[in-house]
């Protein structure tokens, strides 16, 4: 790792252990090392799916058995089979920590929970649960038979992940917790995001916004980088985040002898 990148990490790392309430905002970015694919750029299930045909509500309510067997059953196999990756699991750590306190996710693999952070806000729902769209009834993911599609609840409603498709709205207690969060932050941390999807986006822009400092971790620029965000530390999260953790524990280990 070159020393420009090296001097980068240790500034955000002063900057963690400075701020007073840290706020991190993540995106699929953040799982692709967990073998969950971004939904742009190289390799992103965009590319291979439109989103508007497989992804939006519309598309989902004309026909959900297009939309199971497209994206949900392949998506499933790797949301039941993924596992935190360095990435997450410093993001847990400066929850521990008492650095980090909300983590608000694009991501709905529930991968953050699973590293041991506890103030999660799912933005765009959860695929961990699915819900009947007849009876209501919820069911978690990993219990259900996918071999019919689409899978349907016992009252033969068909089931449909609890996650927020294109054409829905934010859940209202998500988006207050998010804007609130994102207003009372000092420093945000946004973490394998493209920007490019509203409302998620304007969060980083909220926070800047209330006098935070925002700083990105991500292999690419964003539409975020040079005016809302400050700093950029471009490369993979997991190993990035993983030095920013180790020396943010080096830094406090000195503050106490
Ligand atoms: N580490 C960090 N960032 C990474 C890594 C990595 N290893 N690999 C890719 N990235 C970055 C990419 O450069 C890109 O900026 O992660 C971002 C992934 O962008 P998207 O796939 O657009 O993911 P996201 O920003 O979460 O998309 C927002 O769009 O389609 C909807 O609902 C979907 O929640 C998703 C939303």
Redesign the pocket.
């Known amino acids: 790792m070159e020393d420009r990148q090296l001097n980068l990490i240790n500034k955000v790392a002063e900057s963690l252990v400075a701020a007073k309430h840290v706020v991190a905002l993540t995106?699929?970015?953040?799982s692709?090392?967990s073998g969950i694919p971004?939904?742009?750029?190289k390799g992103?299930l965009?590319e291979k799916f439109d989103?508007m045909e497989v992804?939006h509500i519309n598309s989902f309510m004309k026909n959900p058995e297009k939309v199971w067997r497209l994206l949900i059953s392949e998506m499933k196999d790797l949301l039941v089979s993924a596992k935190p990756n360095p990435?997450h699991l410093g993001l847990a750590r400066l929850e521990e920590l008492g650095i980090l306190k909300t983590v608000i996710t694009?991501?709905i693999d529930g991968l953050h929970q699973m590293a041991g952070n506890r103030d999660v806000v799912e933005f765009?729902g959860s695929f961990a649960w699915l819900q009947c769209l007849d009876c209501g009834c919820r069911e978690q993911t990993v219990d259900i038979d996918t071999s019919q599609m689409p899978p349907k609840c016992s009252c033969g409603g068909i089931y449909r992940p609890e996650c927020v498709f294109f054409g829905e709205m934010i859940p209202p207690k998500d988006l207050d917790r998010s804007q609130i969060a994102a207003s009372t932050c000092d420093l945000m941390l946004v973490?394998?995001?493209?920007?490019?999807?509203q409302p998620?986006a304007f969060m980083p822009v909220i926070a800047k916004q209330s006098g935070a400092t925002v700083i990105e971790?991500?292999?690419?620029p964003?539409p975020l980088t040079g005016t809302t965000s400050t700093l950029l530390v471009q490369g993979?999260?997991?190993k990035i985040m993983k030095k920013i953790t180790a020396q943010v524990e080096r830094i406090i280990a000195d503050k106490q002898n």
């Open positions: 995106g699929a970015g953040i692709v090392e971004p939904f742009r750029g992103g965009w989103p992804a990435a694009q991501n765009h973490v394998g995001c493209s920007a490019v999807v998620a971790i991500n292999p690419e964003t993979k999260a997991g």
